[in-house]
């Protein structure tokens, strides 16, 4: 048997085993059903923490100053209610290409992550995703849509514990 | 099947290169027929069938449904062709091609019906009134037998002409768009056969790739909270997600020995790590501390290319996995992305965003010579070179919805394929099934 069919034959084996014995990565998909509804106060504070969308310059993924006065202000209402979580989502203007901007998303979500993460907020209140430019706020191929579009969204919620 | 033997054997990839391409020091009597205007189209025509046979001119049309796919083909009908289509025999001294090439018919197709079930099919430089290949194929019964003859014959006519049919014996893996928020991998030959959609979970797919063998497909996916790496096991018909630390899973693409180069994040940005047959992290294919994204490895695994941020704008690298060595190969433009190295590992397509859009570039590793190869309009994104490191498939939005579209290692012009409703992007080949 040769090399490459030995090794084909592994990933065959290692998929199957994955697929039929169950592996610690293997995931199921996160629904609603995972979180608990948000009282009166945290849903308070989760749209001031939503509402502090942050921007970003073309291809840039370094918070502007009115960026870091924006997670400044909210830093606080995330440590006053432990209980929240937020996703921070990183996203892109339509120009760059998929795969880059899945990255450059990235970027721009660590950046506001370790903002926070320097102002004391607890890692395991955050979370990170890109989207890239799989999701833009606003419809419009010209500058003004893109401004838009260059951000970071946070999302609130309360997980199950 | 018995093969009408030619006359003369045309080597490999010889005739195409010879009419198309040529290169210092190929010998080139079939040139001059097509210098001047029109001289990267061969023209082709089917004469009238022989036989008789009812299914004549369905084969006929599923023939010309394949040629009208390949960018360097134009296909003429025959009966505008002064004297008429048919042709005074099939093949052998009673043919003759001068009013073809008064027609400007640089390739004539005949087809000779033994019976409802098998049919002789040729192929002549008319120029040269030349055999160039031949075959007798088996039709099965329905059009779907049709379809597989006039694919065989396709594949036939690229060995003969590139040297290379794979591109009618391939599979194309895509990403399509179903609605907000969903987009599933999907599977089709290049003429859309077969097509059928693969995965279906909630959540978006990007970046399909094929395991060598064509068992699996590697995507990544991304639903409501995490990124994960997709696995398509066609064999067993599952879908499985498997998600890494720092929840970031960017462009896989498989290695010659089934493991997996992919752009994860090791907590301070995404690099490109190599998975082993586990899909665990083995280790870190460069380290840099950029952006890093979208490898692509040649048929060796000895060539990388990828897109990093290193010098400021994304531009396009090469790693020598054998040394380490990286060497940059862009040094034009602002913004070089989506990388695809021809199996050779002499060649790297990418895009290259301008004022209009992307457009698609190749980038000859040999002598450091780049060109463009499309030019819109829309914008021109995530080449791919097919198996026979000839054909590169694109994403473009030229129609105003984003779909995918082929061309060649040198241009040619751009052939739809038909993917059906709905967004199609990433198009991804998957290795040719045996002649």
């Keep these: 048997m040769t090399t490459f069919l030995r090794r084909g034959l592994f990933l065959t084996l290692a998929l199957a085993l994955l697929g039929g014995a169950g592996c610690a990565k293997k995931t199921d998909e996160s629904t609603p059903s995972d979180e608990l509804a948000l009282t009166a106060q945290e849903q308070q504070a989760a749209r001031q923490i939503s509402d502090g969308v942050v921007y970003f310059e073309y291809d840039r993924y370094d918070l502007k100053s009115e960026s870091k006065a924006v997670l400044t202000k909210n830093a606080p209402v995330i440590k006053q209610y432990p209980g929240l979580r937020v996703t921070i989502e990183g996203h892109c203007d339509e120009r760059g290409t998929e795969e880059y901007n899945l990255a450059l998303g990235e970027r721009r979500a660590r950046a506001a992550y370790e903002f926070l993460l320097s102002l004391g907020v607890s890692p395991g209140q955050l979370e990170m995703i890109s989207y890239g430019k799989l999701h833009p706020a606003v419809e419009g191929h010209n500058e003004s849509a893109w401004a838009k579009n260059r951000r970071d969204e946070f999302r609130v919620f309360k997980p199950r514990r | 099947m018995p093969l009408f033997l030619p006359r003369r054997k045309i080597p490999p990839l010889a005739l195409l290169f010879l009419l198309i391409l040529p290169s210092p020091g190929a010998a080139a009597p079939l040139m001059g027929y097509i210098e001047g205007a029109g001289k990267n189209t061969v023209t082709v025509t089917q004469a009238a069938p022989f036989g008789g046979s009812s299914r004549a001119a369905d084969l006929q049309r599923a023939v010309s449904g394949n040629l009208a796919l390949l960018p360097f083909v134009e296909e003429i009908d025959a009966r505008g062709v002064p004297g008429g289509a048919a042709v005074e025999a099939p093949g052998g001294q009673g043919l003759t ?15 000779n019906w033994v019976d409802g079930g098998h049919v002789e099919m040729r192929c002549f430089s008319a120029g040269e009134g030349r055999f160039l290949f031949g075959n007798r194929y088996t039709v099965a019964p329905g059009q779907e037998g049709l379809r597989d003859m006039a694919d065989k014959f396709c594949a036939n006519f690229l060995d003969a002409v590139i040297g290379n049919g794979a591109f009618f014996r391939s599979n194309l893996a895509f990403i399509r768009t179903a609605g907000p928020r969903k987009k599933d991998v999907w599977v089709m030959r290049p003429n859309g056969r077969f097509l059928r959609r693969v995965t279906n979970i909630p959540g978006e797919a990007l970046s399909p790739a094929w395991s060598p063998d064509g068992r699996f497909v590697l995507f990544t996916h991304i639903d409501a909270r995490t990124h994960a790496l997709g696995v398509w096991d066609s064999g067993r018909r599952t879908v499985q997600r498997i998600k890494f630390p720092g929840n970031t899973v960017i462009g896989p693409a498989f290695m010659p020995d089934n493991r997996v180069a992919v752009s994860l994040t090791d907590g301070r940005n995404p690099s490109i790590f190599l998975l082993n047959h586990l899909f665990q992290k083995d280790r870190k294919l460069d380290d840099s501390l950029s952006i890093d994204v979208s490898p692509s490895v040649d048929a060796s695994g000895t060539r990388m290319a990828f897109t990093s941020n290193r010098h400021g704008n994304p531009h396009i690298f090469l790693k020598d996995l054998r040394t380490g060595t990286v060497t940059r190969v862009t040094s034009a433009g602002r913004y070089n992305t989506d990388p695809s190295i ?49 054909f590169v498939t694109f994403m473009s939005t030229r129609s105003g919805q984003k779909r995918i579209y082929v061309i060649t290692r040198h241009g040619g012009a751009a052939k739809l394929l038909p993917t059906g409703q709905g967004d199609a992007s990433f198009p991804a080949w998957g290795p040719a099934a045996r002649g």
């Excluded at chain 2, 009013?99 to 197709?109: H, Q, S, Y």
């Excluded at chain 2, 002598?367 to 819109?376: L, V, Y």
């Design chain 2, 342 to 390: 021809s199996p050779d590992g002499t060649v790297v397509v990418f895009a290259r965003r301008d004022s209009g859009g992307h457009r698609i570039y190749a980038y000859d590793l040999v002598t450091n010579q780049e060109r463009q190869i499309s030019f819109g309009p829309g914008s021109d994104e995530q080449p791919e070179f097919a198996p026979d490191g000839y």
């Design chain 2, 97 to 111: 091609f001068e009013r073809f090439v008064l027609a400007g018919v640089n390739l004539l197709i005949t087809a």
